[in-house]
């Protein structure tokens, strides 16, 4: 099969929008996180922990495999250790903005980053 001038154009087309879709994305995901965050841990979907993303501490959550070890550093949270079959939340590694979690599917365990203060200037970090 031979690519005639229609198809190299499209292809370009489409490379260029998909460049131009993931820096959008990123620049939103960006500008909505605040200088001040926390990240929300869940299991089982309730909330086991609350962690000030400003210091660097290591924390572990009792997950449905076994322990889940999160490390905070330098405004980034991963995943450090934990016990599952393929280890995907240990293998994502560091995430440092709002709204992009961190999942642990057979432990059960959600991490997610949220900003400290809410739309309204409310602070949230204290529940």
Not at 7 to 26: E, H, N, P, Q
Not at 30 to 57: C, P
Not at 97 to 102: D, H, L, T
Not at 109 to 125: P, S
Request: a neutral charge.
């Amino acid at each position: 099969m031979f690519m005639n001038k229609a198809d190299k154009i499209f292809i370009v087309i489409v490379a260029v929008l998909s460049i131009a879709l993931y820096a959008t994305v990123r620049l939103v995901v960006v500008a909505q996180t605040s200088n001040e965050t926390i990240a929300v841990v869940t299991y089982r979907d309730k909330e086991v922990l609350r962690i000030d993303m400003s210091k660097n501490a290591n924390y572990t959550v009792k997950g449905t495999l076994g322990d889940v070890f999160i490390e905070v550093k330098d405004k980034r949270i991963r995943v450090e250790k934990e016990t599952s079959p393929y280890n995907i939340c240990s293998i994502q590694g560091w995430v440092q903005y709002a709204n992009v979690p961190i999942t642990c599917l057979p432990n059960h365990v959600v991490i997610v980053i949220q900003n400290a203060t809410n739309e309204f200037g409310e602070d949230t970090t204290v529940r």
